[in-house]
Structures are given as structure tokens and as C-alpha cells.
């Protein structure tokens, strides 16, 4: 049964671009995360949100930015794409740490 | 960031036979190691997990198995079948922080 919700399921776009992906869970989870895995199939923590509060923040590149309204809702920005952001960006929740992370279906982007 | 290493990184085994597959960490402080199998096309999803407290659980076929003093975790399928071919993601999670997952490995039963 799918409870954390991603749009779109894919997306393709030009070198310069801005893309925005949404991320939604009922699950009435505390914690939201973003994970980008790359064609040889590496998933690598992006950003980690708790409560509204960003908690985690891996070294990604500054054209990425995570934006919440809700503890429901984590979104992803990338001011303007590269060709190596070409990867399925996975949004995860959980009730907490030391828990089942729950995955979306993914959005898979491609970078022209 | 710390590493969690995983090998092999492709395993391909006789169906009902069984397949291992280890993964180490780094950080001595991880307490929580999760295992997700992701099927092509689908997102990952936890078939098992481990805590810092334990050193084996087993969930019918599936089998893990921490060893803290040596970083080292496992997971074991016995009696493997054909569904069972997909990739197979080790983790580990420092508490309050976030899961590092291992480079995956991809499984193969053949008949």
C-alpha cells in the first residue's frame, strides 16, 4: 500500500533548468528524507527533515534545496540542473530513528 | 561521510541454496542496521532488521547476524528461490542521524 506519495514519476529537462519535485506521507511520520540513487544503483542521503527542522544536511551541491510546509510534505528544488544530477530522487519517511525507512516510487530525472 | 561497505556487489546461486552477503561499517556508535530489497523498477523496501542489542534474528528464511566488536553484519536467505533475484541494500544508522546504505548487491537465482 503506497503512503509516501512523489510527483512526477519522471521528468526530463535541459542543463540550466530549475526542477521541483513534491513529496507528500500519510503515515503521520515525524521524519521525511531524501535519497538520490544514481545508475549504478548507490543511494546517498541528501537531506533529512524532522518536524520542520532540517537535521541533516549532506554535502550536496547548493543548487539543491529541500522545502517543507508540513511535516507531511518534503519537496526538492534544484535551482539549476547539471548533467550528473541525472539520478531517481527517492523521498523516505519514518516514525523516527532506528526505523523502517518508507520509500516513494521515485522521480527519475533526466538531465539533457 | 563514513562508509558502509558491501560485499559481494553481484551473487548468483543455484535456487534452494543459500546466499550471504556481508556488510562492515565504520562509526561504533551505529546502532540500528536495516536490510532492503529492491525489486527492478520498484522502490526498496525492509525485508529485516537488527539492533545494537542483538546478534542474530531471523525471520523465517531470512537470516542476520551483528558482530559489533568487528563492525560486520550479514544477511543469510536459505532455501533461495527465484523471486528472491533482486538487489539486496545493507545499512546502518547512528542514533538521531540518518541511514548510510551499503553499495548493493545484486542477487541472482537461476533454476
Known amino acids: 500500500e503506497t503512503a509516501v506519495f512523489q510527483t512526477p514519476n519522471y521528468h526530463v529537462t535541459q542543463v540550466g533548468n530549475e526542477v521541483s519535485f513534491n513529496c507528500k506521507q500519510t503515515?503521520?511520520?515525524?521524519?521525511m528524507y531524501w535519497y538520490k540513487q544514481d545508475s549504478k544503483k548507490l543511494l546517498k542521503i541528501m537531506f533529512s527533515y524532522n518536524n520542520k527542522q532540517l537535521i541533516v544536511n549532506e554535502t550536496v551541491p547548493r543548487r539543491f534545496s529541500p522545502q517543507s510546509s508540513d511535516k507531511a510534505h518534503l519537496n526538492l528544488r534544484i535551482k539549476s540542473v547539471e548533467p550528473e544530477d541525472s539520478a531517481v530522487y527517492l523521498c523516505?519517511?519514518?516514525?523516527?530513528?532506528?526505523?523502517?525507512?518508507?520509500f516513494g516510487a521515485g522521480t527519475r530525472l533526466s538531465v539533457l | 561521510g563514513e562508509q558502509v561497505e558491501q560485499l559481494p556487489s553481484i551473487l548468483r546461486v543455484q535456487e534452494r541454496s543459500s546466499a550471504s552477503i556481508n556488510c562492515t561499517y565504520e562509526n561504533s556508535a551505529s546502532n540500528y542496521f536495516p536490510w532492503y530489497k529492491q525489486e527492478p523498477g520498484e522502490n526498496p523496501k525492509l525485508i529485516i532488521d537488527?539492533?545494537?542489542?542483538?546478534e542474530r534474528k531471523q525471520i523465517q528464511g531470512l537470516i542476520v547476524l551483528l558482530d559489533k566488536k568487528a563492525k560486520r553484519f550479514s544477511l543469510h536467505i536459505t532455501d533461495t528461490q527465484p523471486a528472491d533475484s533482486a538487489m539486496y541494500f545493507c545499512a546502518a544508522e547512528d542514533s538521531g542521524t540518518y541511514q548510510r546504505f551499503g553499495t548493493g548487491t545484486k542477487l541472482q537465482v537461476v533454476p
Open positions: 537488527i539492533r545494537s542489542n542483538m
Open positions: 523516505a519517511s519514518s516514525p523516527g530513528s532506528q526505523n523502517t525507512l518508507y
Open positions: 503515515l503521520g511520520h515525524d521524519t
